[in-house]
């Protein structure tokens, strides 16, 4: 612009608009296009509003309330043997693969195609082939559904490991795809997942899922999947302080715990949510309220926050990249009916976005996404029933969390009545940006409109339908 | 702007941005702001979501999902006793409150102060004193909680009628303040919410809620409250005929029910959600899918976009107005667990929310508000549990939906274990904005700021705390 130029643009107010993306990027060559793709798996509004309610009180703000663009994302799921007919609730395997390749698929499947089983390319890959920096940063196994998406194609979720991959009981009433044996190398497949990630591209992958790492590979039985990873130019690491002691060059896989990693929050001394018990005259005795405390299996678990900070100073070496950030356990906490693991693990995430954010405004080149795969079990309810009166209570598990701010908050799970967990939902789950492009996210997005809205952004060509 | 400064701005890409709705305004003053509040009473993402996969199907889009902006509203209550202490799960009165009056107040109170019962002066109001056009339209009774918030000041929602006026008994878990005696006309109070309805400025009125504008008002056992309405005014109607025959000039109320107007639709032959039953060899016996049909009950009542589009010719002259539209309903049904009705009424929203936009399009100077006011039961879940191998179901009242696409979708009702109904639950609710001021909307808002942003497009001054 000419300094004349400048001076009009200056009177009518047009510095404060700043210059658009594109404009930007064409001034500037050195500011290369990165994306920071948050995850908070399973956390949808109840989850945030739990989180919030505790973490900052009733009127207080987290920090992912004050992205300053909002969206909603309308999930996609369809049935393996018919794919024109939809399901209503999803999976981490399929969501996550709607927003990593851009494709609607059945749940379970990992990058492939429902029904003709075909590999979608991934943004992690063809950012890594564009010789971008790419990371996968996640509080599961980062061989777990949610980073699986990004860096694998196998037909089934489960087909983690070598040893996950031999034939199983495949009558799963869950994943329509449960048979890992195409994906076998012997079967001209790719290998599980942990060996695809050994092979695979990716800069810096860190997580837990130390074990899955530790067997011996397929075909390979001298040979241990790390092995691979190492001969394939990964830095093998496990520790905080290796992590805090991370220089930059080559690839770095981070294994801090055997499979999932510890989680920061539980109830006071182990609480979680309970059946309602009823006295002998059949009156309703709720569970007792409870505060949430630091879990001690955390112990020296690296935060989420000094593995995003880690990856971040990684990447951060001029070139565009490709970062996705997942806080993996609000899902799981939620699945076990434990609120206090799922507020702590939306902590993570939060606390984890406040860095993102102080980075993204230090380079506006950058794209912050933050979503969440599918919705959950977990809702927000009145912590009596407005029909105590009558005797009425949760059916299902009930926790009563006593917030510091002096009231009790009602966390009801009632999917189903078994045991074990509870099922996902299928509500559309919140979709939050910030950054240059941000305003070019629509106010109601597909999931699978995520993985073109990171594509333009990092100026990537969108591959062909698989 | 000058002829040149415009053809420097053209040059400069800005004649797309158009003026700011402030310039708007001063170059056309003929073009008075104008604001349409669209509520859904319990209208949340799971509702939403639920909606659309019947109606549109899984990949459809709604009219809601077409709105440009998105954002999510805190809910806030407090406790009647002490009002720095929060609850965390909402009733249609103190939510409404909050939306009408800007003020943060406890459950069941309708435009007055928690513990001190100070009325609130409501949006309403305040654009009747400024001589703008004032309008309600729900499919509820008129005197319900969400319309009553925006025109009457009660202690307690159901000081509904005269009748409703006299000392029950008080002690209610739901509604913290529960006794009319303050609002009385023999004691210096307004009266009841309909006495406080016919005693109105409102320009039109229309809903449910014939028996209370039937009964004797207080203190005149002559006269009935419709009688105070044709008095101060009104012109009363209860017909579609009368409806779609309805001249521009006075104030109109409109009563088309005795109380709650009926719904458009209905499970197949009177379908609902059930409790999951058990046979002989304890396996779970899911209930059978049913689609949605015609509500015969519904009959001849006239849409929720007959009575809008109604409302918006009434209003039309040329000044501002301030119209609030509720589907009322869609909490309703989910608190009785029908699926479907709750279905057929975000369906009439959606309906009302088109014509509403069409207005809107050929009136600029218009803000369409559309928000729901507390989050409600129902969940969107997997048709049969993904544990259902381990005979697994829902703990609380379930429905399988056959949708129009030929796929079936789960709903699970399971806040409480009562055979009455469901209870609200606490989670954020969207917000969708469209029109000149909609880029003004925050990404993130409390619900007490919905009245600021309304009061300030209508140019309105704030009034003082009460």
Redo the contacts between chains.
Sequence with gaps: MSKA?AA??LL?G?AAAGPSPAQQRSATPTAAPKVILIIGDGM???Q??IA??YLA???G?LTL????????V?I??V?EEDPR?????ADSANTATSIATGIVTSTGRIATTPGTDRDAPTIMELAAAAGFGTGIVVTSSVTDATPASFVAHVSYRLCESPRTMVPTNT????FAASDCSADLKANGGKGSIAEQIAASRIDIVLGGGERNFAQPAEGEPDKTVRDLAVANGFRVIGTADQLAGLKRGGKVLGLFAPSTMPVQWRGAGGAQAQRVQHADNGRVVLPEAFACEPDPAYAATPPLASMARAALDFLDDGRSFMLMVESSSIDKQSHARRPCGQIGELKQLDETLKLVLEYAAAHPETLVLVTADH?Q?A??????????????????YFARIRTP???V??V?Y?????N??E??????V?L?AYGAAANEV???V?QSDLFGIMVRHLGLEAPPAP
């Design positions: 130029a009009v643009a009518l047009l949808d509004q109840h945030i509003t919030r309610n009180g009733n009127s703000r309330d004050t992205l300053p663009v909002r969206s909603s309308q996609q799921t049935v007919v939809p399901e209503y609730v009558a799963n009433a869950v919705s079990a809702q927000l309810v009145p912590e009596t029933s407005w029909l105590a009166g009558l005797n009425a209570a949760s059916p299902g701010e002096g009231a908050m009602g009801n009632a999917t189903n009545d078994s074990l967990q099922d996902h939902t299928g509500a559309d919140p939050f629509p106010a109601a597909r």
